[in-house]
């Protein structure tokens, strides 16, 4: 292998540290696909309908997985939601010593379930390799996961041997799919032992195959219901249409009013931001959403940075008489959900109040407004100056060979906002080991095989610079 550098002998080069990571997790590779194949034919799903025996074996299953690669406080916790027991965790410890930090290790080991299984090409709980991927419920989506996490711990122990002086925890969840019910007093429940400087999510997608990606930030959500009132009641068209407008045409008015002329949202308050540094092609976007022939594209900015750092509204439900119950009448009331992408940083309660404060103001015909806020969800975004972050993507970059993307998600990870919160001080990495083939939660789920082998690289790598005091350095 590399030689040493005789000037460095108590402090590897961590090009040198890098290249021995790499042999080490070439060399298991082919039994950390093996162990994820075992963990694939477990079929661990945490919702009501399902075996919650197989869930309790898959968690079983990832604790001998932790065990064999030295760590040996490992335990299998849930904690219960109103008598109802939530999926089992595992935790597992290894304390750091005095003064060095620790990581935790997030992955989930429940998958969702399997779906129509004529849609399969080979059976979802038999992992099955084809063209370099393996395909199989879960080989992606998050069991792929947590074999990064044990993949990585191994080849730094192989490597660093005692000289590996990071604490770690392993965190894998048993309920992700499920929607987390219990996670937030989970860690209530469990905050000491779960206490880190850095949190790896390792739950996400590269940008593609070939290039690696942190995914820096997610939007937040806020939904409500909006609704017109004109009338009393109903009342003939016929005899009393014309001097008033009926409560749909008027509710259409009113949602017209909350994006402007070029598409961009019009409601005053909302923040937005346009520092999306990759390129998302039109002509890439109008294919994946499936946007017909003609249809002009809506908003200013980039397309990546319409995804990912502006709100983004649309109208999801509406209340009113379908066509086959029409009949001439002017209808008295109209209701409408919408549903509010809130760009990285907005705060959610600040934009339900935008959105109250725009509906009232905008009441058209001076027709009867009431607004009824539903749920929120808080966006994320990761301050790329901090160190860990910065490890991050020279890691993914190391490995990979190419620079890594700072990608967004338009969508929300509702779990980050609660990790956030307990843990304020935590540097939260969202890493990936899926790529946009992998179709997780659909049919032929699968994991690119050697974008999953730089994966596990990526996050040795990673480690092994926190271990040499990365997080410290300026
Ligand atoms: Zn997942």
Redo the contacts with the bound molecule.
């Keep these: 292998m590399t030689s040493k550098n005789p000037s460095s002998e108590h402090q590897p080069d961590p090009a040198d540290v890098g290249e021995q990571l790499r042999a080490s997790v070439d060399a298991a590779f082919p039994r950390i696909v093996e162990q994820l194949s075992g963990l694939v034919a477990i079929q661990g799903i945490a919702w009501e309908a399902f075996d919650a025996h197989e869930l309790d074996r898959s968690a079983e299953a990832v604790a001998e997985l932790i065990r064999s690669i030295g760590i040996e406080d490992v335990r299998i916790l849930r904690v219960d939601n109103d008598g109802v027991p939530g999926g089992p965790a595992v935790v597992a410890r290894r304390v750091a010593p005095d003064g060095k930090p620790t990581v935790l290790l997030y ?2 080991h429940d998958v969702q379930p399997p779906g129509d299984p004529d849609l399969w090409e080979s059976e979802p709980f038999v992992a099955t390799e084809r063209n370099g991927r393996l395909y199989g419920r879960g080989a992606a ?2 069991k792929a ?1 947590i074999m990064a996490h044990i993949g990585a711990f191994g080849a730094l122990t192989e490597v660093l041997g005692n000289s590996f002086g990071v604490g770690v925890t392993l965190f894998i969840e048993g309920e ?2 499920a929607g987390s019910p219990t996670f937030r007093s989970f860690l209530e429940t469990y905050r000491d032992d779960l206490e880190a400087d850095v949190i790896v999510v390792a ?2 997608s590269n940008w593609k195959v070939g290039v690696p990606a942190l995914t820096t930030s997610l939007r937040g959500l806020v939904d409500g219901t909006i609704e017109v009132q004109v009338l009393d009641h109903a009342v003939h068209s016929g005899m009393f249409g014309g001097p008033v407008l009926d409560a749909p045409t008027l509710l259409a008015r009113l949602i017209a009013t909350l994006h402007d002329d070029a598409g961009d949202v019009a409601i005053a308050g909302l923040t937005s931001g346009d520092h999306a540094t990759v390129d998302y092609a039109e002509q890439d976007y109008r294919s994946d959403a499936s946007v017909l022939d003609g249809v002009q594209l809506a908003g200013t900015g980039s397309i990546a940075s319409r995804l990912w750092h502006k709100p983004a509204l649309s109208i999801i439900g509406m209340d009113i008489p379908s066509v086959a119950l029409s009949s001439n009448t002017l209808l008295p009331r109209a209701r409408a959900k919408f549903s509010l992408r809130l760009a990285p940083g907005q705060e959610p309660a600040a934009a339900m109040d935008a959105v109250r404060a725009h509906v009232e103001s905008h009441a058209p015909f001076g027709a009867k407004v009431s607004f009824t806020p539903g749920e929120t969800g808080s966006p994320f975004r990761t301050d790329t100056t901090e160190p860990a972050s910065r490890l991050a993507l020279e890691a993914l970059e190391e490995a990979w060979g190419v620079q890594a993307v700072e990608a967004g998600m338009g969508g929300s ?1 509702p779990f980050i906002a609660d990790l956030t919160e307990l843990f304020p001080s935590a540097q939260i990495l969202i890493t990936g080991v899926e790529d946009p083939d992998s179709r ?1 939660h659909s049919a032929n789920e699968s994991l690119h095989l050697d974008e999953f082998r730089k994966a596990v690289l990526a996050e040795a790598i990673l480690l092994a610079r926190i271990n040499a005091g990365g997080l410290s350095r300026t």
Excluded: P
Aim: a negative charge; charged letters at 45%; hydrophobic letters at 25%.
């Design positions: 992955a989930h989506d998050d996961g992700e799919e739950d996400s990870i997780a």
